[in-house]
DNA sequence: CATTTTCTGATGCACGTGCCTCAAAACATT
DNA sequence: AATGTTTTGAGGCACGTGCATCAGAAAATG
């Protein structure tokens, strides 16, 4: 074993001897301490850049006995993604470098004065950090804003309305459903059906409005009717969605907008459709993967969940020692699956 | 700042005590040494469930003062991708958390003996791990084995040929180039074109082999003639462009099999082509992206070169600790890239 | 020049874990 | 009981960095 030549990476140490100093001014460089010659801060710096230094953030946490408490709120609906989602959370934490512990806990996130009261207790906590899933309200913004004051940040996730978040544009996600659908679809009139839980959820607004916007833009030919609901009901998805066909023979597409594609996808296996009809859905689950192998779905929208869990992790490990996060690697990118890509 | 009651992870000094034993045996227990009894074993084993102990990695490798040193070998061409791969490669090395040097090296990837060579000497370098980007030669196949028995580990690094390898297999991105093909050339008969460098490369013929099986089974009306061969050379690439094009009134679909999609793409441009020809292009640099945004390219097929970047160090650094490693973070996937969704 | 102020060096402990040594304890064998 | 063997405990140093403290040097001020 040829050890001896080894280049290992420059320490402290190091960087003191290069800018012939001592190991204490070095140290007051790096932490921006003050009561130094500027003269001798770029010695400091200059051996830092000739020494291609780094500092060894692993010490430097153990040196600082530095800990993160983060708690994530998710809503309590039980839908498949959201399980994989918790899932994938306590995993990244528990595959982290880092000391963490992460709290998932369930709230109820449509009510806008329950999540403000639930943000309001973590204040008290001690937490370092929340990621939270739910709407954005006058009374949560305010909430997350007196954390925020407190120096608890806090990061919307997955779905949030205005503001910036973890996890992918729904108007962006909508649009490329909108647009494998007029790509799929061919050329030629015909109509598209949206199928939806629920329209009052904003992120299937923005989705919808984002399908709208490249339909008519690009596929001026394609008709695309309101909206039909489900209510996640397989009776009146079934229903419903048997009307909606009856009436429409020059039917070419179906857009099932809900992150709980389940029931419209098992209710549409025992339908009598059109053959090459065009369906779309979103989030990767058992369900959906399972529709999209046997034909059912011919792509689906979606965005990782492992990839989103470490996201935010790192996120707001970056924020609460008020770093800059690597932002290449936090590009949480709208996939597309089809059968070969799976 | 109630910090008193803050849970933090236990310490191998919370598990000694949990366990009634001491510092020194828990160590023992943790690190598979010899001479500790089976019923002391299961207590600290129990500690270990009952607390929920996760060793501090970081910690850990700072008291081993482990190192990684690792080696990149790439194929000296100067591709878009590959100098893109490189940046990432660098980067990601920067920000890792462990005390890693990584070497970046062009090498003459076509001539196996060459290759083979540069990878015996890198036996006595003393080096860690290797990542290698080449055709997978019996020399080559040999030097790997000599060093993976000298316990160094060598990564085959995005186009590999046989076995397993970091990167998107070239059958499955041909097959998925094949199934977008089809679905946007709509129904209906008509001929794709395919355009490469060279088609004596591995990673070109399996894009095809994937490309064609598709066409083949699903759209059975779209006929695929020879590729046509570019060597690189723009007004080569003109010439058979154009006599191809000249030849297929019913021309649907080209399909840019190379990595190095700039110069067809370039090409391209000036050219009089069909209106909504269908383009697919391979891998996401600054002329794809280009050709994707003013439409002369329906869809990119692409890996990221960043998330290949860090994950082939974090598989490097599990093989040469001999750990396993996070399986889910690790899945490189085969990006479908619209205008929508980049 | 003397004095104050500003800057720097030397040193030491801490973090959690790995690894070592040495002695003490527990156990097994005669 | 005496001996040998295996198992355990106690303690210490190391890794690279953060954060103290205190004394000494250099610079600025009088």
Redesign the pocket.
Known sequence: MPDADRV?PP???DLARAA??????V??V??GR????Q??VDRVNQAIRDLGFV??MA??N????RSYRFVHLLPSSGDLFLEELERCIAEAARFSAD?LVTDIRRIDANDPHAVARDLAALGAEGCDGVALMAPRSPPVRDAIARLDDAGVPVIPFVSSQGGSFVGIDDRAAGATAGLLMGRFAGAGSGSVLVLSETMTAQDSLNRRLGFDAILAARFPALRVPASLETYGDPDRTRAVLSRAVAGRPDLRGLYVLSSEARVPLDVLGGMDLPRDLVVIAHERTAATVAALLDGRVSAIITQDPGHLARSVLRRLKALSDGREVFAAQERIRTEILLETNL
């Open positions: 290992l320490t402290t140490k012939g100093v001592s190991r204490a001014t140290d007051r790096l932490n003050l009561g130094v010659r003269a001798t500092r060894n010490a430097a153990l040196a600082k006995g000391r």
